[in-house]
T-cell receptor
């Protein structure tokens, strides 16, 4: 099946700093989603982005499908951004999302 | 975005008992629902996929007689953990999409199961 690798596994930021999270995948995809899992376990949909670039406030994401990677940018980070960020993909011809292992982000005041 | 709810949000039960978890799509009809399991500090692992009105498809290594899934309507899927044991303690999350080829998936808030 399709492989999904996220980096870095852990990231500590000072409040106000910017960061880039990366997601590499091993095959063609027809779905790529970024999620933020909050401390209570809820997965929040950030972006549905199988290709191209999207922005939502301080967050933006870019997927380069031909090179099999996606980037999530967080600008002016806040303590509420802390949590685990997951990338999940669905390969062409597949019915299921495959999750990466996540990036644990800690934003300190 | 679409809203998916789960009930209960947490449950504690004795070993040997059965526990039912409900997953509902609140503002859309979910032709396909997914059940995931997440252990502490780990990623989500797909357990099974259910399509309304048909039998669930289980991932390799998931016991279908232990984890009973019913998707009887377009807004409700249930997962029953039968004869639960401490090793079944985990965070169970359901997900739904609004068409067989729909792209975006929406997730419920999860159910934390503790088996004593």
């Amino acid at each position: 099946g399709i492989q999904v690798e996220q980096s870095p596994p852990d990231l500590i930021l000072q409040e106000g700093a910017n960061s880039t999270l990366r997601c590499n995948f091993s095959d063609s995809v027809n779905n790529l989603q970024w999620f933020h899992q909050n401390p209570w376990g809820q997965l929040i949909n950030l972006f549905y982005i199988p290709s191209g670039t999207k922005q939502n406030g301080r967050l933006s994401a870019t997927t380069v499908a031909t090179e099999r990677y996606s980037l999530l940018y967080i600008s002016s980070s806040q303590t509420t951004d802390s949590g685990v960020y997951f990338c999940a993909v669905r390969g062409a011809g597949s019915y299921q999302l495959t999750f990466g292992k996540g990036t644990k982000l800690s934003v300190i005041p | 975005g679409a809203v998916v709810s789960q009930h209960p949000s947490w449950v504690i039960c004795k070993s040997g008992t059965s526990v039912k978890i409900e997953c509902r799509s609140l503002d859309f009809q979910a032709t396909t629902m997914f059940w995931y399991r997440q252990f502490p500090k780990q990623s989500l692992m797909l357990m099974a996929t259910s399509n309304e009105g048909s039998k669930a498809t289980y991932e390799q290594g998931v016991e279908k007689d232990k984890f009973l899934i019913n998707h009887a309507s377009l807004t409700l899927s249930t997962l029953t953990v039968t004869s639960a044991h401490p090793e079944d303690s985990s965070f169970y999350i359901c997900s739904a999409r609004d068409s067989p080829i729909g792209n975006e998936q929406f997730f419920g808030p999860g159910t934390r199961l503790t088996v004593l």
